[in-house]
């Protein structure tokens, strides 16, 4: 089920047939999510699936749970709340809601990108406010969009505002991509350049793609079919309409219903093939 289906169930509480917002905490502070928790338990549709304390196990609880909201404090120890977001795929970004301590984060970039952000130590009108935007994003359909704004954020927190694949590949000149071909995207002032082989998966949210390899994920303004162009479809087919995988990662495969399967990569990373896409992997053909 998609966040826009998920959502399209989702209301206010009392409302007949109302399902519960499957909801994470991540924050590193004990306190503050016992806080918020008591507070979110007065929200009879708001259901705490996971609760967290830094950025690498709210990856894992994301896939894990696979939540509907996401209270993410952008100051964590180790992985912080930008680098949390980047690696987690796009089609499963869940709408979320930032809290922080530093007002100047929220003035700058929250208000525009996010559903709402919460200021520490949360308020509860404040938090009732915040609970009645996620309940009209989700009842209106508007995850799909939430996830765009959140990669634009993050594309503008990586020092790529505005960037378009055209002026990334400038420096890379056309063509497929082969093993010793790398590819090149602007990261800032300065270029970076992925070999293939350190690709492992590619997906997508609006106008926005996140490249996930070994070291980290790059987010920047492009299109799927942009990006099919560039690469050698025998080695990176696509397997959904927002997803391209690196097929030498597949390390397994399941079945799951009506012809689609899940694939699972070296990294443990799992993402659904298609059955529209399945003759693109070497394997079904």
Not at 57 to 81: E, K, N, T, Y
Not at 255 to 261: C, K, L, R, T
């Amino acid at each position: 089920m998609t966040a826009g289906q998920r959502g399209a169930a989702v209301g206010r509480p009392g409302e007949r047939g109302v399902r519960t917002i499957r909801t994470l905490l991540v924050d590193d502070e004990p306190l503050a999510r016992r806080g918020l928790e008591l507070r979110l338990a007065r929200h009879a549709d708001i259901e705490i699936v996971a609760q967290v304390g830094d950025g690498a196990s709210a990856i894992r609880a994301v896939a894990a749970h696979r939540p509907d909201l996401m209270f993410l404090d952008v100051q964590l120890a180790g992985l912080d709340g930008f680098a949390a977001l980047r690696a987690i795929p796009a089609a499963q970004l869940p709408v979320t809601v930032f809290v922080t301590a530093y007002d100047h984060y929220a003035v700058r970039a929250f208000a525009a990108s996010a559903v709402d952000y919460l200021l520490k130590p949360v308020a509860d009108d404040r938090l009732h406010q915040s609970l009645a935007r996620v309940r009209d994003t989700l009842a209106g359909c508007d995850a799909q969009t939430h996830r765009a704004r959140l990669l634009e954020l993050l594309a503008e927190a990586s020092g790529r505002p505005g960037l378009r694949l055209e002026d990334a590949l400038d420096a890379g000149g056309a063509g497929e991509l082969r093993a010793d071909n790398p590819l090149v995207v602007r990261d800032g002032q300065r270029i970076v350049r992925m070999l293939p082989a350190e690709i492992s998966w590619i997906d997508a949210a609006g106008d926005y793609v996140c490249i996930h390899t070994d070291r980290e994920t790059h987010v920047l303004r492009a299109t799927m079919r942009e990006l099919e162009q560039r690469l050698d479809p025998r080695r990176f087919p696509r397997i959904h309409r927002s997803a391209i995988v690196n097929a030498t990662r597949v390390t397994a495969l399941r079945p799951h219903h009506n012809g689609e399967y899940f694939l699972t990569l070296d990294s443990g990373q799992e993402l659904k093939l298609s059955r529209s896409y399945r003759d693109r992997l070497a394997l079904f053909r």
